[in-house]
């Protein structure tokens, strides 16, 4: 019996086999597609933390922060004081109440100790996440104003000052971001929110 077909299969075969390294070759030597370069051809320098301590909205957010505290020190003096008073009383009254009702006075008394003692934590919380709220909102803004300077300038790559020993005086770029961070703060406000605590 004659088989038809094979000088066919065996052509098909010897051309994909001698051919192979041609085309091998041929995708060898294709060039790569090319990559964004990554050449950083300008610098600049910022020192962060030089221009957070410099920043005149800084300055302001403590002077506003040292008043609250000073307000919050001035209405818990004055409850201190009268719960002094309210001791004072209740030592002098102690042979004159029964004792239930006395220890039921010494109950409350302690009750608005404690209820002061938590208010005074809460507010200084308070002051503290404000504090920290605003430091946080500075710095974002001076961030953004490096960013800004950098696409203003051209300017490949932005080291903060900690990063860089040496460096030539006209990369430092801080004086403008500082310059223009007091422009943007200089009608700047902070509030202290206290949330009331939460009944038991």
Known sequence: MKIYGFPLFAALCSYLVLGMPAVLAQSATEPAPSSPSMEVQRIGLADLNGILRAADANVKVRELLDTQRQKFQDEFSLVEAELQQTER??????????AD????????????????????????????????????????????????????????????????????????????????????????????????????
């Open 89 to 98: 009383d209740l030592m002098s009254k102690r042979e004159l109440l029964s």
């Open 101 to 200: 009702e006395y220890d039921r006075q010494i109950k409350a008394f302690q009750a608005r100790v404690t209820q002061l003692q938590q208010d005074i934590q809460r507010k200084r919380q308070a002051i503290d996440n404000a504090y920290q709220k605003a430091q946080s909102d500075i710095r974002a803004e001076a961030l953004s104003i490096i960013t800004e300077i950098a696409r203003d300038m051209n300017l490949d790559l932005v080291l903060n000052r900690d990063a860089s020993l040496i460096f030539l005086p006209h990369l430092n770029i801080s004086d403008e971001v500082l310059t223009r961070l007091n422009e943007r703060t200089k009608n700047a406000r902070i509030e202290i929110q206290v949330q009331e605590p939460q009944s038991q």
